[in-house]
């Protein structure tokens, strides 16, 4: 498993844009079993080196920047790689009405420091990705957050047991939610591990 997106990984834009409805095709197919939802809205979207290879490549053919924007979505993405010994993850507080969106975020400060896996008896708390504070003065949150979730070595191998009972959960006074991973998500990240 690779860790660091790369120049040299890059397609050209041209190669990129002939095969991009086929790659977007299997990518979608590929991130079925990277998702997971815990709650009414929160959904966490796990990441890899081929989901941020696919969005640094979606991102160079939609904004067209060349070669200058490049290093600027390196920089941005391979923070979101996993490195051999951790999950990282997009969670996303999925709320369409705008109203409702803006009421449930202001009640949920804080709780990107309240989210954590367990695996076979063992916690491991999600970290932010980026050092940016997600939740505001006002204590609003953000709808997205970058979260990292490093594990301990008896944790991967425990994860990467067929059946292994993972619990993903929220610790917030207000959104104290909590979900079983699926079975094929779980054998889907475990791949993720060294």
């Known amino acids: 498993m690779k860790h660091e997106i790369t120049r040299a990984d890059l397609l050209p834009i041209s190669v990129y844009e002939r095969e991009r409805k086929e790659r977007r095709r299997k990518m979608a197919a590929m991130k079925a079993n990277r998702r997971m939802e815990v709650g009414p809205f929160a959904t966490f ?19 067209r920047g ?41 009640r949920l400060g804080g709780i990107e420091h309240r989210i954590e896996m367990s695996v076979a008896g063992t916690r491991v708390p999600a970290r932010q990705v980026e050092d940016e504070e997600r939740t505001r ?16 070595p008896a944790a991967i191998a ?17 959104y104290a939610h909590m979900a079983r991973m699926p079975e094929p998500v779980r054998a889907a ?3 993720d591990f060294d």
Do not use: C, W
């Open 45 to 63: 979207y796990f990441e890899n080196y081929d989901t941020m290879l696919h969005q640094v490549h979606e991102m160079l053919a939609i904004e």
């Open 66 to 106: 060349g070669e200058e924007q490049v290093q600027s979505e390196l920089d941005a993405y391979n923070p979101l790689v996993p490195k051999g010994r951790e999950l990282v993850a997009t969670l996303m507080f999925e709320i369409e009405d705008p109203d409702r969106r803006a009421r449930e975020l202001s």
């Open 137 to 152: 003065d006002d204590g609003k949150t953000s709808s997205v957050h970058f979260l990292r979730f490093a594990f301990p």
């Open 158 to 174: 425990a994860f990467k047991q067929p059946g292994a009972e993972i619990v993903v959960a929220f610790a917030h006074p207000n």
């Open 189 to 191: 990240l475990a791949g």
